[in-house]
Antibody
Framework: QVHLVESGGGVVQPGTSLRLSCAAS????????MHWVRQAPGKGLEWVGF????????YYADSVKGRFTISRDISKNTLYLQMTSLSAEDTALYYC????????????WGQGTMVAVSS | QSALTQPPSASGSPGQSVTISCTGA?????????VSWYQQHPGRAPKLMIY???KRPSGVPDRFSGSKSGNTASLTVSGLQAEDEADYYCSSYAGSYTVVFGGGTKLTVL
């Protein structure tokens, strides 16, 4: 059974950094392109970025470019999102999602991990 | 990377059909057949309902269908059921390896 479990969220101060993790199981992680999507409280979904299945390329939304970095550890079946220079606008529930190579769709999602940026 | 435009709300009675629109531009919805639709119940993760404009993943009822005309994509839910009440989001590939979502539509089953 495909399973994605995010962790690492919490309450942080503006300007600080945080790293989120997404543990994958039940599918071949090393051949799967993976995305991060976030959802601010009471708001809609916002695509954050993705990493190729082999980790060779990463792409980001303009809103996080230069501040967020996506990486993956194949040996640990884990996806990461390193976030720096956090601001209140980054407060959201962060989901990792699998891309099944169906036209940039996301067929499996984790339950999300909450990040709150507040002084 | 401007968000796609969806109506904030839609509604229908059980058994009826309802269509939710998703309007973008030639640089996203109109330029690629890479539109997806997601259903999200309160407190739950989104669920893929439609991909590549009109394809349904295994397990999604055929009451859900998708289409596209020009820069506007649509999700139609036929034979509305109480469990269809949820938020629905469209997304599209927007070129340069980016994805854009719509603002979401709250579907109410009357």
């Amino acid at each position: 059974q495909v399973h994605l479990v995010e962790s690492g969220g919490g309450v942080v101060q503006p300007g600080t950094s945080l790293r989120l993790s997404c543990a994958a199981s039940g599918f071949t992680f090393r051949t799967s392109t993976m995305h991060w999507v976030r959802q601010a409280p009471g708001k809609g979904l916002e695509w954050v970025g993705f990493i190729w299945y082999d980790g060779s390329k990463t792409y980001y939304a303009d809103s996080v470019k230069g501040r967020f970095t996506i990486s993956r550890d194949i040996s640990k079946n884990t996806l990461y999102l390193q976030m720096t220079s956090l601001s209140a606008e980054d407060t959201a529930l962060y989901y990792c999602a699998r891309d099944p190579d169906w036209g940039y769709s996301f067929d499996m999602w984790g339950q999300g991990t909450m990040v709150a940026v507040s002084s | 990377q401007s968000a796609l435009t969806q109506p904030p709300s839609a509604s229908g009675s059980p058994g009826q059909s309802v269509t939710i629109s998703c309007t973008g531009a030639s640089s996203d919805v109109g330029g690629y057949d890479y539109v997806s639709w997601y259903q999200q119940h309160p407190g739950r993760a989104p669920k893929l309902m439609i991909y590549e404009v009109s394809k349904r993943p295994s397990g999604v009822p055929d009451r859900f269908s998708g289409s596209k005309s020009g820069n506007t994509a649509s999700l139609t839910v036929s034979g509305l059921q109480a469990e269809d009440e949820a938020d629905y989001y469209c997304s599209s590939y927007a070129g340069s390896y980016t994805v854009v979502f719509g603002g979401g539509t709250k579907l109410t089953v009357l």
